[in-house]
């Protein structure tokens, strides 16, 4: 298996860090670990200092102030040695076990593989509200798209340098969104596997309403405006 960068970002999720980043490294031994606190305000910083100076494949990088998700993870691309890159939420939601099943797949010629939490039906462990809005979120963007996408939001991915380097505009959660519009309208080969997942550890960061709105702007933007992978 190639080496990989397993990038986690993570603002006040002092609950679950410790937990995600035990997981990646029990299913991915050999990874380059980035770990990036986007300005929390809780123990998230403490925690990362701590595991960076216990393991040595573990860097941690922190932004003074809050600068959103999708610059955490731009700043994880940024300090990355290896050229195949993964992402992991910090809330202990996704498992770190599905990493290896999603690295073969894109040694298979694969640029970005997600892991979809909707590709064998409705997760059990995921508020319905949550899961009513991501099924819908996928089947609007499978439309607008033309492709069929079953998570769009998923934050458990493995993907190339190609992907990473794709331009994108968004701030926050709507990142992913964005960047999986951004590689089907590229015409980057794109797979899914499907995962289960586990409740939130700590509180929730996501504004329902204002997330719908910005992830619509983020797959319109993704599928209208031009790039030159
Ligand atoms: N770096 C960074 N990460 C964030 C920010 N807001 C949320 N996140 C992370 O994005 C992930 C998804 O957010 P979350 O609150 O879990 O949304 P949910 O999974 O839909 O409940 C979590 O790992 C959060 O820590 C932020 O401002 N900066
Ligand atoms: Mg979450």
Redesign the pocket.
């Known amino acids: 298996m190639k080496k990989v960068s397993i990038i986690i970002?993570?603002?006040n999720?002092e609950e679950g860090l410790k937990k995600t980043v035990k997981g990646v490294i029990q299913a991915v031994p050999d990874a380059e670990i980035i770990l990036?606190d986007?300005g929390s305000r809780d123990n998230t910083w403490k925690i990362m200092e701590k595991l960076s100076k216990e393991h040595k494949n573990i860097k941690s990088y922190r932004h003074k102030k809050?600068k959103?998700?999708a610059s955490?993870l731009k700043t994880g691309f940024s300090k990355a040695k290896t050229d195949i890159l993964g992402t992991i939420?910090?809330?202990y939601?996704y498992p770190p076990k599905y990493f290896p099943a999603m690295i073969k797949k894109m040694e298979k010629g694969y640029d970005l593989v997600v892991g979809s939490r909707f590709l064998k039906g409705f997760p059990k462990k995921y508020p319905l509200i949550?899961a009513l809005a991501n099924r819908l979120g996928a089947l609007a963007s499978s439309i607008i798209l033309f492709h069929k996408i079953t998570d769009v939001t998923t934050?458990l991915r493995i993907f190339n340098r190609k992907v990473a380097n794709l331009p994108t505009r968004a701030k926050?959660?709507d990142f992913e969104a964005e960047l999986t519009a951004r590689v089907i309208k590229s015409r980057i080969k794109y797979a899914e596997v499907p995962i289960t997942m586990k409740p939130?550890l700590g509180m929730?960061?996501?504004n329902l309403i204002k997330h719908i709105i910005s992830f619509f702007i983020a797959v319109l933007r993704g599928a209208v405006l031009k790039s030159n992978p």
């Open positions: 970002p993570a603002y999720e990036v986007d809050n959103g998700k955490a939420d910090s809330d939601t949550r934050g926050n959660l939130r929730s960061k996501l």
